[in-house]
């Protein structure tokens, strides 16, 4: 199975910040990674698929890079509704597996 | 406007049983793969099962059917087409499949795997 370790676990920043997350696969996934945001009580809404495609509707300070085994989440100009946590997909094979996610939170 | 509704949640001791059921609207259904996908309290996401789209309106018997391995052999994914609908028959329950259990669409392009609609999520408890 494919590993994915995010860094950080949880960060504080402030409104107007730029925000990097990354995550680091066990075994190269090519192009094929996700990012999610969840806020709590709700579901999932997917922001970026393969590495760096933004997802219909997303924000364009929303932007991804990254390929084999390192990827990078990054939000320029951080927003009140983007605190959140995000989590990181691999989309290569299966089994499927996620990221422990990034809280990020209002400093 | 894509809708995803899950149901069937609740409360169940352990080595029992639940029929998870996610009812879709607003899109052509048989044409998309889905999945589901669980977090248990306070915790990440984590990925259950798939089942590719299928061309048959009432058996999945075409569609190809990926699980976890700390649900294979207990849980069952099963969609059935002419009620837009998607199931997860989950037997034998522990304690550690206590989470909200979401369905979620995946998306048409070339790649696979990648969600781009989920629905609420349904809770299941499974305590004695």
């Known amino acids: 199975d494919i590993q994915l370790t995010q860094s950080p676990s949880s960060l504080s920043a402030s409104v107007g910040d730029r925000v990097t997350i990354t995550c680091r696969a066990s075994?190269?996934?090519?192009?094929?990674l996700d990012w999610y945001q969840q806020k709590p009580g709700k579901a999932p809404k997917l922001l970026i698929y393969?590495?760096?495609s933004l997802e219909g509707g997303v924000p364009s300070r929303f932007s991804g890079s990254g390929s084999g085994t390192d990827f990078t989440l990054t939000i320029t100009t951080l927003q009140p509704e983007d605190f959140a946590t995000y989590y990181c997909?691999?989309?290569?094979?299966?089994?499927?597996?996620f990221g422990g996610g990034t809280k990020v939170e209002i400093k | 406007e894509v809708q995803l509704v899950e149901s069937g949640g609740g409360l169940v001791q352990p080595g029992g049983s639940l029929r998870l059921s996610c009812a879709a609207s607003?899109?052509?259904?048989?044409?998309?793969?889905l999945t589901w996908v669980r977090q248990a309290p306070g915790r990440g996401l984590e990925w259950v099962s798939y089942?590719?789209?299928?061309?048959?309106?009432?058996?999945?018997?075409?569609?190809?059917?990926h699980y976890a391995d700390s649900v294979k052999g207990r849980f069952t994914i099963s969609r059935d087409n002419a009620k837009n609908s998607l199931y997860l028959q989950m037997n034998s329950l522990r304690d550690e499949d206590t989470a909200i259990y979401f369905c979620?669409?995946?998306?048409?392009?070339?790649?696979?795997?990648?969600?781009?609609?989920w629905g609420q999520g349904t809770r299941v408890t499974v305590s004695s």
């Open positions: 607003g899109f052509t259904f048989k044409t998309y793969s």
């Open positions: 979620a669409r995946e998306k048409m392009t070339a790649a696979r795997f990648d969600f781009d609609s």
């Open positions: 393969t590495a760096s």
């Open positions: 997909q691999q989309s290569y094979n299966i089994p499927l597996t």
């Open positions: 075994h190269s996934v090519t192009k094929y």
């Open positions: 089942i590719s789209s299928s061309s048959s309106m009432i058996h999945d018997a075409d569609s190809v059917k």
